[in-house]
């Protein structure tokens, strides 16, 4: 079993950061792939980003590259989401996810493990 709390999520201006931080217990973090989902109203869950246990490699879906920035701190038990640059498109609940067989780390139905989701606003 994995355990995942979200925390850092709020109101914030458009052009805004934000910096999401996703802290696991319950099983060995290093060794698991941890990725970022995101849900709007009246849509789909949607892959954001999602990193490797070792956190050499990143991936994003192409809305939010060159201004997300997913990382790891496997000393912490945490995986983080910084969010530069925000748009009002951004504004969803984001959901951090465990991923223990490192594969198809963009499609959600691969994630067993889910936190609660925090919310994200950004005003216009």
């Known amino acids: 079993q994995v355990q995942l709390v979200e925390s850092g999520g709020g109101l914030v201006q458009a052009g805004g950061s934000l910096r999401l931080s996703c802290t696991t217990s319950?099983?060995?973090?290093?060794?698991?792939?941890m990725g970022w989902f995101r849900q709007a109203p009246g849509k789909g869950r949607e892959f954001v980003a999602a990193?490797?246990?070792?956190?050499?490699?990143?991936y994003y879906t192409d809305s939010v590259k060159g201004r997300f920035t997913i990382s790891r701190d496997n000393a912490k038990n945490t995986v983080y989401l910084q969010m530069n640059s925000l748009k009002s498109e951004d504004t969803a609940i984001y959901y951090c996810?465990?991923?223990?067989?490192?594969?198809?780390?963009?499609?959600?139905?691969?994630?067993?493990?889910w936190g609660q989701g925090t919310q994200v606003t950004v005003s216009s």
């Open positions: 990193i490797t246990w070792g956190g050499d490699l990143t």
């Open positions: 996810a465990a991923n223990i067989r490192a594969f198809q780390l963009d499609l959600s139905f691969q994630y067993a493990y």
């Open positions: 319950g099983r060995t973090f290093s060794s698991i792939a």
